[in-house]
């Protein structure tokens, strides 16, 4: 840090250096080569080398005009407005998207295929129990006589 | 150095300068949030870049942050921790699901191996003056845990005490403490076996 940029801090954030945010306020500390009364110690001394190893140019009023203008930015209306942005959410919110669009999907299809619904679901038992074949082709016949849906 | 209590209870003035701007911004201030990112901006890009190891997604996760603080500053409570506590633990957030992401990208093959390990930063290494010491300090936090390596820049960068940084990340001070040992244990542990001798005016740090 310069002479220039701490002055520059000094006008952002005031005269106490102990006041300005984090991380300037260490910044701000080691330029004035002072350390706070809990800043003392082997421990405080790597701290300040990991913040030191952290440090890099950042711009502020960049950041501050794309998060601006991001909410100024009107939402666009997705066609699954219900499920989550896959871009940019978790992987929790993207796992309970699909889940969600797969149970849609699903109930959507069962409803869809409605008619021979309880004919499947029969049959599938009579098969799942070992039924010979016979008795696969009564299951169906039986079901429509009991008035299944046509 | 994070802003504690005074013996007389009351709230140190840069927290009460971040809930009264987290009070405006949730009134729909837009100026109150340009001044909050001019106070913490900084402060998360630094803590998401060096956890991530990739500015890139730590740009966004910084506006990302900013615009939760935006959506959800009604919900924010003053008496149930600091504002700065806050702003750290939903950027924690977003980092832990930037690294999730990119390990179920690495699993189903759309990233490779060697961009899940955070990368070094050149850029840096010449803007902080390639100091050794800083060289590796870097190579060793990014060789760290994830836990330790978050608990170590929470305390470092972000300034936060250890109660703070249980609060971001939804643990307990003890078990924040333990990481914070273990991280420094192991930095010191990666200066000391491959810094090399340098004479009699080598520096004594740790």
């Known amino acids: 840090m310069t002479r220039g940029e701490f ?8 005269e106490d250096v102990e006041a300005w945010p984090a991380p300037f306020r260490a910044e701000g500390l080691i330029f004035l080569g002072r350390v706070s009364g809990t800043e003392r110690g082997e421990d405080a001394m790597l701290d300040r080398f990991v913040l030191e190893a952290s ?9 501050a ?5 991001r909410i100024g930015r009107h939402p666009e209306r997705r066609v699954f407005g219900l499920l989550p942005d896959l871009r940019t959410g978790s992987p929790r919110q993207a796992a309970a998207g699909l889940a969600l669009a797969l149970a849609v999907c699903s109930a959507g299809g069962y409803f869809a295929a409605g008619v021979r619904t309880d004919r499947s679901d029969a049959f599938l038992l009579a098969l799942a129990v070992g039924a010979p074949p016979a008795e696969l082709a009564d299951t169906i016949a039986e079901a429509e006589a009991e008035g299944d849906k046509p | 150095m994070e802003a504690q209590e005074t013996p007389s209870g009351e709230i140190p003035p840069q927290d009460q300068v971040d809930e009264a701007l987290v009070a405006r911004i949730a009134a729909g201030d837009p100026l109150a949030l340009g001044r909050l990112i001019d106070r913490h901006g900084r402060g998360l890009r630094l803590f998401a870049g060096r956890y991530l190891g990739r500015s890139d997604e730590a740009e966004d996760i910084v506006q990302d942050v900013f615009l939760s603080v935006w959506k959800h ?6 008496r149930k921790g600091k504002a700065t ?14 690294r999730r992401w990119r390990r179920l990208r690495v699993f189903v093959g759309l990233e490779g191996m060697d961009e899940r ?7 840096a290494d010449i803007l902080v003056g390639a100091r050794q010491e800083l060289t590796l300090v870097r190579a060793g936090l990014d060789a760290l845990p994830e836990r330790q390596r978050m608990a170590i820049l929470l305390r470092a960068v972000a300034d ?8 971001v990340m939804k643990t307990s001070p003890g078990a924040v403490e333990q990481l914070l040992v273990r991280a420094r244990r192991s930095l010191r542990a990666g200066i000391s076996g491959t810094r090399a001798p340098q004479g009699g005016n080598e520096r004594k740090w740790i």
């Open chain 2, 73 to 78: 500053a009604g919900g924010f409570d003053p």
């Open chain 1, 65 to 69: 005009r794309k998060v601006l203008s």
């Open chain 1, 7 to 14: 002055e520059r801090l000094k006008s952002r954030f005031g």
């Open chain 2, 160 to 167: 936060l005490d250890v109660p703070a940084i249980a609060e």
């Open chain 1, 55 to 63: 440090l890099r140019p950042t711009d502020e009023s960049h950041l």
């Open chain 2, 85 to 98: 506590t806050w702003l750290y633990r939903i950027a924690a957030n977003r980092c832990i699901d930037v």
């Open chain 2, 117 to 123: 390990l955070p990368s070094g930063d050149p850029e």
